[in-house]
């Protein structure tokens, strides 16, 4: 890798890529579903026997988008050397012991831990839980890379943490107003009503105004001090727009919880992170495989040609969920499933560090040294 700390000539702009692609394939690029559902399916987050048949064709569809994400991940891990290299041993361990695990736990799925709960319950829930944690952090990582582009000390990363508070102070504010407000529309979905139950004591008494009211403070203290260091950056309005905008779509996406309840948001946060992850995966790959005449790995190969391969690669793929439609409540399909979303929360942790030099230099972050082909 070369020292060299100056920003690649694509930094110049303060657009990931332009205007039209930074909005449409990576901040907005899950509203088309979101009016498909609400307006198109007609699912309002007022259940009721009609809206049934028209929530599972939903599921089914943000099943399939998701399904093609998250093989993208494995097609760049086993389908790059470079990538590969760099965790060789654990992308081999992973996957043995992810498979392992996940096979055995459903082997007893029948069996209780004693609360109530199985153990396959527990995967499902840990599951739920990190693709939470997997999707924000995805777009902190997209609203990270807008500030090491523009500088100006946002790139700083006492001022990724703001970034952070922020994202997840958000997260928690509109959990609560969820649990406070818009409790009925968990009775939409099985697994939700679960869910509801659980959570059900923490909505009695003024328990859900205390926590509503400590969620406001703590959001309000986050964007506080967020804002404060964000306006001392010398930047134009079309130059902090990129990150602006990104930031306002993430909070437009989370309001969707609010209006159309946690399911319809769920399932579209789902989507815009899958879309969002092809979008950018193409992107990054064009770039640094087009620095790299020399690699002919099945990967470079094909990312050089973005338009191409992701109509293959994701048509391939959808093919392929369709195929499998009669398996999935079967054990070996749920063990597949379940354990490549494990593998791609994981493998994602490991290979998209921005302020590595891999990463950033390819994305035009400043500090990030740019790569030698």
């Known amino acids: 890798m070369s020292s060299i700390t100056t920003v690649s000539a694509n930094a110049t702009s303060a657009w990931l890529r332009s205007a039209w692609w930074d909005l449409g394939c990576l901040a907005f690029c899950w509203v088309p579903f979101y009016l498909w559902v609400v307006y198109g399916l007609g699912l309002d987050g007022s259940w009721g026997s009609t809206a049934t048949s028209a929530l599972g064709l939903a599921t089914v569809v943000a099943l399939a988008i998701t399904y093609v994400h998250r093989h993208y991940t494995f097609v760049l891990v086993y389908g790059d050397h470079g990538t590969f290299s760099r965790r060789a041993r654990d992308f081999i361990v992973a996957p043995i012991l992810t498979f392992a695990i996940v096979g055995g736990v459903r082997a007893f799925k029948g069996a209780d831990l004693g609360v109530g709960i199985s153990p396959w319950m527990l995967v499902l829930v840990t599951i739920g839980v990190w693709n939470v944690w997997h999707s924000i952090m995805q777009r902190y990582g997209i609203l990270r890379i807008y500030a090491g582009r523009s500088g100006q000390g946002l790139e700083a ?114 989507v815009a992170h899958a879309l969002e992850y092809v979008a950018f995966v193409h992107h990054f790959g064009e770039r640094k495989f087009a620095r790299d005449p020399q690699n002919h790995s099945f990967v470079a190969r094909w990312m050089r040609r973005p338009w191409v391969f992701g109509a293959l690669l994701s048509g391939g793929l959808l093919a392929l969920f369709w195929s499998l439609s009669d398996l999935r409540r079967t054990d070996v399909y749920l063990v597949y499933y379940m354990g490549t979303s494990m593998l791609h929360f994981l493998f994602d942790g490991w290979i998209w560090k921005v302020r590595k030099p891999h990463v950033g230099g390819h994305l035009g972050v400043r500090g990030a040294a740019t790569p030698s082909a």
């Open 157 to 270: 990363r006492a001022h990724g943490k703001r970034d952070l508070a922020l994202l997840w102070s958000c997260v928690l504010l509109i959990a609560a107003i969820v649990l406070v407000f818009r409790a009925e529309s968990f009775a939409g979905h099985n697994n939700a009503k679960l869910l509801l139950r659980v959570l059900g004591p923490l909505l009695k008494g003024p328990a859900p105004w205390v926590i509503l009211a400590g969620s406001v403070g703590i959001t309000l203290a986050a964007f506080l001090r967020w804002l404060r260091y964000e306006r001392r950056a010398e930047l134009s309005l079309a130059e902090r727009a990129p990150r602006l905008l990104f930031l306002a779509s993430t909070i437009a996406l989370l309001g969707v919880f609010i209006v159309h309840g946690p399911i319809i948001g769920y399932l579209c946060f789902g």
